[in-house]
């Protein structure tokens, strides 16, 4: 290939090595044990230390280096100079080196719209830092599966890239992928598609055929999530935190639905998992059946829900019961 690679390629290759620099940030604010908690709705919609930095970072470095690029975070921060520090110039050079799909090799910078989600599953973060920094547990560590440690699997770290209005690549960073190998195991892991080249960092795996297997919020159910699930009538329902994270789910066969009946989750929840599930051939829409727009100016909040599926969309669709359609409007 002699012309340079394509603006999109180029801003998933620097996503990626940005994502990287994250997940090292969202392990280390854990390891101070000053996490910083500030409520922003209230209680069960926090923001950490990590949170901030990580934003930063990643807007920082991204318009840094595509300066027309559009990108929004979750984050309302204050505007102010980014140490130098937290600034990654880096590319992943495995990513620079694959072909762009032709439908998206001559896109502008200024036609990109990039969604930070810079810690998802920050109740779950701060939840095992609870336990973590708990004087019992410092003294006389417990068994991880017995203890909220396990919620550190929950946290990812999310960018998406939109054109058109539409999820078409992603990066999602895992800090704390292997954390249960122990000291000394290297933490974290980051995966990545673009439509039309497929998705990496994983082995794409479904739940064995006919098995439904429902992954759901553990701490924003309410009576619409629950009715619906029950309609689906899954063989199993599991209940874990983050957005990212129950799409890592779907593509490694862990479960075959993320349902979520209820407003709660944003764009930036959805874009980069978006992406990288309908790269391996999944779906991911309201609870109407309806896509989500990923324009720079659409409203945040995913009113209408979020189901994502590998496959079998349909019937988790038509199980969707009338009372729920009604009180979640697609607008
Ligand atoms: P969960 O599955 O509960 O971890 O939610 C996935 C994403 O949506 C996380 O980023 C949550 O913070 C967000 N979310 C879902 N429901 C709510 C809610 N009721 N209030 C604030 N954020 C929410
Ligand atoms: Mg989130
Ligand atoms: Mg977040």
């Not at 998933?12 to 604010?29: I, L, M, P, T």
């Not at 990580?54 to 318009?63: D, G, N």
Request: charge should be neutral; hydrophobic fraction near 40%; proline fraction near 4%.
């Amino acid at each position: 290939m002699a012309s340079s690679p394509a603006v999109l390629m180029r801003l998933v290759a620097s996503s990626y090595a940005v994502a990287e620099q994250a997940g090292s940030v969202v392990r280390n604010v854990l390891q101070s044990g000053e996490l910083g908690i500030v409520e922003k709705t209230g209680a069960n919609d926090l923001q950490t230390l990590a949170d901030r930095l990580v934003q930063k970072s990643i807007c920082a470095s991204l318009s840094r280096s595509f300066p027309k690029v559009t990108i929004i975070g979750e984050e309302d921060l204050p505007v102010e100079a980014v140490e130098e520090n937290l600034i990654e110039s880096g590319q992943n050079s495995v990513i620079l080196q694959k072909s762009c799909p032709n439908q998206y090799a001559s896109l502008k910078e200024e036609e990109l719209v990039v969604w930070v989600d810079p810690l998802d599953g920050t109740k779950e973060y701060t939840e095992a830092a609870r336990v973590l920094y708990h004087p019992v547990y410092i003294q006389k560590p417990v068994h991880h599966h017995r203890t909220p440690t396990r919620l550190l699997d929950h946290v990812t770290v999310l960018i998406g890239i939109a054109y058109g209005g539409k999820a078409i690549a992603g990066v999602i960073n895992q800090p704390f992928y292997n954390y249960q190998l122990g000291a000394g195991a290297s933490l974290g892991r980051t995966l990545w598609g673009v439509l039309g080249l497929g998705a990496f960092g994983f082995q794409l795996q479904e739940v064995p055929d006919g098995k439904r297997i429902i992954t759901t919020t553990r701490s924003h159910s309410n009576k619409l999530v629950t009715d619906t699930i029950q309609a689906m009538e899954p063989h199993d329902v599991i209940r874990v935190g983050g957005a990212g994270n129950k799409i890592i789910q779907l593509v490694e066969g862990k479960a075959s639905a993320y349902v979520f009946a209820s407003p709660g989750c944003k764009k930036w929840d959805t874009c980069a998992p978006e992406a990288i599930l309908h790269a391996v051939g999944g779906k991911l829409t309201d609870m109407h059946g309806n896509a989500y727009r990923y324009n720079a100016d659409v409203k945040h909040m995913n009113s209408a829900g979020v189901l994502a599926t590998l496959r079998d969309h349909q019937y988790y669709l038509s199980r969707v019961p009338q009372a729920v359609l009604e009180a979640l409007s697609s607008d």
